[in-house]
């Protein structure tokens, strides 16, 4: 379950995409709709879920740690909750069966501003590390996570989260992959609606060209969209999805320059 803005459907795309590297052949991504669920993990949005069929585990992705209602009404329903967020915990935690998020108190992982979309890659490499030490890879080669770096370079950037030595690294390892031609389908579809040049992206483009278009669709639509886009591994399904994305933020302009404009009329009418 990922979260409507860009962190958050990274962080979905990346749990998506890294799960099935490491195995998982039935992964599926849900997404709360704003005005119909809320924020997070909702009662709604659980009850949803589990019409379709109780998952055997629900993953929170850059959401979860404040939602107590609706990780309680997942294990009410069946489920095993495990909640992946960055946000400060609150006091009570959710009742979950497991809880990742470096601010949790005396949590020891050295860098406490990891975005949603961090969190998640750094669970996939300890998961990833784990089935190595269990014997998983004894036979078959290990899967390269480093395939997911550039959805963490976006969402990392997109959310605005301060750049630390960590994510800085992290960013730095998903342009290069970037600039070399080796970014998901869904990525390289949205540098080409930017009209920016994948070999000379820069975090700014990630910023303000490649990020606005993922989030217009959490805020005017459906960020199914943007997710759909980001698991995408077919080119002309990328480049279709994209151009939808395209036009979605084209919207949003034209909405934020009308509230501006009221809003300038409005204050110019008091004075």
Request: proline share 5%; glycine share 8%; hydrophobic share 45%.
């Amino acid at each position: 379950v990922g979260d409507f803005d860009c962190d958050g459907a990274t962080g979905a795309a990346v749990a998506y995409r890294g799960l099935r590297l490491l195995g998982a052949r039935h992964v599926a991504v849900r997404v709360p709709n704003r005005a119909i669920h809320g924020y997070g993990l909702t009662p709604a949005l659980v009850e949803e879920i589990v019409a379709a069929g109780v998952p055997d585990l629900l993953i929170t992705v850059d959401s979860g740690i404040a939602c107590l209602p609706g990780v309680r009404a997942a294990k009410q329903a069946g489920c095993r909750v495990l909640v992946t967020d960055h946000h400060l915990p609150p006091d009570p935690l959710p009742e979950a069966d497991a809880i990742v998020n470096p601010n949790l108190r005396d949590d020891a992982f050295p860098s406490k501003v990891l975005a949603g979309v961090g969190v998640m890659f750094y669970l996939l490499l300890a998961l990833r590390a784990s089935m190595r030490e269990s014997g998983a890879y004894a036979v078959r080669g290990e899967p390269d996570l480093s395939a997911l770096l550039d959805l963490v370079a976006l969402g990392t950037v997109a959310d605005v989260v301060p750049l630390d030595q960590n994510n800085r690294v992290l960013v730095a390892a998903g342009l290069k992959r970037i600039r070399a031609g080796k970014a998901s389908a869904g990525v390289a579809a949205l540098i080409e609606v930017s009209k920016r040049r994948k070999e000379e992206l820069t975090a700014t483009d990630l910023g303000f060209s490649i990020g606005p278009r993922v989030n217009a669709a959490g805020r005017l639509e459906d960020m199914q969209i943007g997710i759909a886009c980001l698991c995408s591994d077919d080119p002309v399904e990328a480049r279709e999805l994209a151009a939808r994305l395209d036009a979605i933020n084209s919207e949003r302009r034209g909405v934020q320059q009308d509230m501006v404009a009221q809003a300038e009329a409005a204050v110019a009418h008091l004075q």
